[in-house]
């Protein structure tokens, strides 16, 4: 543990669980190098008592701001007093800062950190790209891709009539089959959560990858579907640098001065490097 002063003040990252998060492992390094007084804690909170225990959390005076993982970050929008405009578009929130005068504010920071990762393999204006998945997550990758001007958007979700309300509310093409659009796409995203587990069911032929594929997985970890995609020659990246990058934006907002990303990048991979 962190020590902390009567004056340190504290950050954190609150989910269900959360105590695997590696949030803390690279924001605490960015904290140290900078020598500011503050610690940045895994807060788990209850799902059937969520809205008391931020209530609770925002009343401490040392807490001045936290992320947000799933799933929570669609009810924390009540607690706001104003949110960014990408909270507004996206709908959802990982990030809340709370201002010297108390006021909450809550941004997103996942957009920027999924389309700064995907820049550094990709870039996706005029690109045709293919989100697989339709829940949260997805909605902060489609929002980062019409940003950067893709050309084509398309969505694919086994659940269609989800796929068919996302893709209403951002004005891209929703597909049946994945198999049938493979050829006209330039990148691949995969935002679901098939891949946690190797033997998880593929969602979709793996082998009909190519080589002028990019497949970004936002899972943090060699997929099967990344694993396939290397064989066949395509570019590959996993969600471990997507998660540095919105942190990294997250770090910006709350102390207002730029990260040592460097630093903060070698340590995650060693904390993810060990605990694989």
Known sequence: MFPIKG????????????????SPVFQNVGISSLGIDAVYIPLEVP??????TIKGLLFLENLKGFNITVPFKEKILKFADWVSPDVEQIGSANTLKKTSEGKIELYNTDWIGFLNALKEVEDPENKTVLVLGAGGTAKAVIYALKKSKAKKILLWNRTKEKALSL???????A??????????VDIIVNTTSVGLKDNDPPLFDYSLIQPHHTVFDVIYKETPLLREAKKKGAK???GLRM????GVESFKIWFGVEPPINEMWEALKKAFKERS
Request: hydrophobic letters at 35%; aromatic letters at 6%.
């Open 175 to 184: 597909v049946d089959k994945v198999e049938e659009v493979l050829n006209k």
């Open 167 to 173: 893709a209403q509310k951002f004005n891209i093409t």
């Open 243 to 246: 998660l540095l990058l919105q």
């Open 236 to 238: 590959t990246l996993d």
């Open 47 to 52: 799902k059937e008592k969520f809205e008391k």
């Open 7 to 22: 004056s340190t003040k504290i950050y954190g990252v609150i989910g269900n669980p959360v105590q695997h998060s590696l």
